[in-house]
């Protein structure tokens, strides 16, 4: 699947991308009061480029990965805040450097 074709709500999805870019761990608040870590980034394919999203314990599979890696992202999800759409990987994904 190419990051184009993505749309919000999807879930399964698995993607071969490059990283751009990786920003800091933070810590966020959702709606629901529970706090999360995540790490947000920039990746692209040869369709367009899209927000990273990595959550919690995901985290540790960004070890050794840098900008200009290409990477399997297995079984991710989509949403939308604030009309930018993000690729999340969550506690059912899987990141993996090819």
């Given amino acids: ?8 709500g999807m879930e399964n999805v698995e993607l071969i991308v490059e990283l751009i870019s990786l920003e800091e ?3 966020v ?3 629901s009061g ?6 947000e980034g920039l990746v692209k394919d040869g369709s367009g480029s ?7 314990e995901k985290i540790e599979e960004l ?15 989509v949403t939308s805040f604030k009309g930018e ?6 506690r059912d994904s899987g990141i ?3």
């Fill in 63 to 77: 070890e050794g990965i840098e900008a200009g890696d290409t990477l399997k992202l297995v079984d991710c999800f």
């Fill in 85 to 90: 759409l993000s690729v999340n990987v969550g």
């Fill in 34 to 39: 529970l706090e999360h870590t995540l790490v």
């Fill in 25 to 27: 761990p933070r810590k």
């Fill in 1 to 8: 699947m190419k990051l184009s074709e993505l749309r919000p």
């Fill in 50 to 56: 899209m927000k990273l999203t990595v959550w919690n």
């Fill in 29 to 31: 608040t959702t709606y």
């Fill in 96 to 98: 993996q450097r090819q």
